[in-house]
């Protein structure tokens, strides 16, 4: 996915958390702590891949779930340290959508390729074949599912998750942007 679409998905989730939870739109901590949680992952593991050549690819160390865990454990510690738990929460729902994220659809049709970076370092990258299932889905995730697995379908989803997003941001009141503007205004 990219980076903008995780956006989209981390906001929509964390908004209707937020809705379900507090009964309001994110608070502007919470807004930017999930525009940060959304892109970690990509803004560690790209570089050091892609850049340095310190990881072997670009989905390895903070894409997995032992790195999860330990965002999740310094979040939180960090949030109750300074009472800021709610921006603690809105960062760690958007680290978990951003992994979410980028499982590949073929992933819900039973074809577990492209996933082993949720277990990193402890199942090397590829450690499945492309056409290897691992189980046969029920016909109406195979008719909803495949559709997706079109790389133009999934970029049209992709688009569509970053402007839902920011129109949910847009109808939230724009939480955050007063916030970093009164910080780092115009000159």
Known sequence: MWPWGHFGVAYLLYSLYAR???RRPPGPEAA????????????????LAWGLGVLPGGRTLAHSLLFAAVVIVVAYAVGFA???VETATAFVIAHLSHLLADLPPRLLLGY??????????????PTFGYNERLFEPPAVVEAVVT???DPLVFFLFDVSL????VVLWYIDGCPGL?????RFGSA
């Open 32 to 47: 930017l702590a999930v525009l940060v949680g959304s892109q970690l992952a990509d803004l560690i593991d790209k570089p």
């Open 147 to 149: 559709p997706f697995t």
């Open 162 to 165: 970053f402007v839902v997003g």
């Open 112 to 125: 577990p390729f492209g996933s082993e970076f949720l277990f990193w370092p402890f199942l090397p990258h």
């Open 20 to 22: 379900g939870r507090f």
């Open 82 to 84: 300074y009472n800021r």
């Open 178 to 182: 007063r916030y970093v503007t009164s």
